[in-house]
Nanobody, 122 residues
Framework: QVQLVESGGGLVQPGGSLRLSCAAS????????MGWYRQAPGKERELVAGITSGGKTNYADSVKGRFTISRDNAKNTVYLQMNSLKPEDTAVYYC????????????????WGQGTQVTVSS
């Protein structure tokens, strides 16, 4: 079974930066799209950014120009560089991986990480 493990969350002041990482483990052959979602208290989970295996990216309007998603296919790892952070970016950030194929021919449509807390506050 594929597992996603996030790291890099924490407390940062407004205007600061954080870099999140998410590594997928298991006998993985390929992952189609990897992404980052976030969920603030009392709100629904929302897409922050996504990246395909070919490097095509998409971003939520609220983070365009401030956040950058990237991935290392060889390491099955996705990153989220977050700059110019705002208090409204405070949320639990979840990593996602879609269309996962493993060496024993298992297929998993969607996997989630456990989440990492990002708090932007002075």
């Amino acid at each position: 079974q594929v597992q996603l493990v996030e790291s890099g969350g924490g407390l940062v002041q407004p205007g600061g930066s954080l870099r999140l990482s998410c590594a997928a483990s298991g006998s993985i052959v390929s992952i189609s799209t990897m992404g980052w979602y976030r969920q603030a208290p009392g709100k629904e989970r929302e897409l922050v950014a996504g990246i395909t295996s070919g490097g095509k990216t998409n971003y939520a309007d609220s983070v365009k120009g401030r956040f950058t998603i990237s991935r290392d296919n060889a390491k099955n790892t996705v990153y989220l560089q977050m700059n110019s952070l705002k208090p409204e970016d405070t949320a639990v950030y979840y990593c996602s991986a879609e269309e996962i194929l493993t060496y024993n021919s298992d297929y998993e449509a969607l996997a989630w990480g456990q989440g990492t807390q990002v708090t932007v506050s002075s």
